[in-house]
């Protein structure tokens, strides 16, 4: 069959098609779009933004975040906690099931979930993958929350994986919600603008499938500590885990 120029520039102008993935393929490729689907309870395939540098991410935002926009954009990083760094942390900035259904769609999205349930999920996809490992008991903590970009960003990588004084294992996931859903930022006037992309958002940094493997098969040890804050109204919401080194502290 020939193709003419035309036609050939018309398959060019295609959108090209968001990578599908399964609610459990945790590999890099795939990881946050993964996360998104649980914390949501969502079908939709978002598209990954993976900036270079973590300054770089720093800066990203989760899309939707006004009517004009119609595609799902979770920004991706993956670091090694400074304190811990044979560990590997996965951060996702997402959006919850609120504003999922607000711009995409009433039907998109069902409740939104926590960090504790992706590292509870990605635990599920690694012993799936790998039926001889046996696990030990995992305490899955309640989300070390925070309240402001600041914070979520501080000593981040954050650690997300640690043992206490009886030798249980505990995973942690670091997690920032922003404003509800239903705020109306884009009708306050002069700062709206800058307030709607904060609306709906629900950042994780969470485990590693390849950390979760290696700490099982016994080839990481993660570092002993105390549980993490639970006060997310100090300055910094520090956990000492311990986390001497410092990443830049500027507002998400």
């Not at 996809?125 to 929350?145: F, G």
Request: hydrophobic residues 35%; charged residues 20%; aromatic residues 10%.
């Amino acid at each position: 069959m020939k193709f003419t120029a035309s036609f050939t520039l018309f398959l060019l102008a295609l959108p090209t098609a968001v990578v599908s993935s399964s609610n459990d393929d945790f590999s890099l490729e795939n990881y946050c779009r993964t996360a998104q689907k649980i914390i949501a309870g969502t079908e939709l395939d978002a598209e990954l933004e993976t900036p270079p540098t973590f300054k770089l991410y720093e800066k990203s935002k989760p899309q939707p975040f006004d009517t004009t926009q119609e595609d799902l954009v979770v920004p991706q990083f993956v670091g090694n906690p400074p304190s811990a760094p044979d560990l590997q942390t996965v951060l996702c900035k997402m959006k919850d099931a609120g504003s999922i259904r607000k711009y995409l769609g009433i039907r998109k999205a069902g409740r939104t979930k926590s960090c504790a349930d992706v590292n509870r999920a990605v635990v599920e996809s690694v012993l799936a993958q790998n039926p001889s490992l046996v696990p030990p008991n995992i305490d899955y903590d309640i989300d070390w929350h925070c309240i402001t970009g600041s914070q979520w960003t501080h000593n981040s990588p954050a650690v997300t994986a640690y043992k206490d004084d009886a030798g249980t294992l505990h995973l942690v996931g670091k997690s920032l919600t922003g404003f509800p859903w239903w705020f109306p930022a884009s009708k306050i006037p002069y700062i709206g603008k800058f307030l709607e992309p904060l609306v709906g958002v629900y950042y994780c940094q969470v485990i590693s499938a390849e950390s979760v493997k290696s700490i099982l098969q016994g080839t990481i040890v993660p570092p002993t500590c105390g549980p993490p804050p639970t006060n997310p109204y100090s300055i910094f919401n520090a956990w000492d885990c311990p986390m001497k080194s410092s990443s830049t502290d500027e507002t998400l």
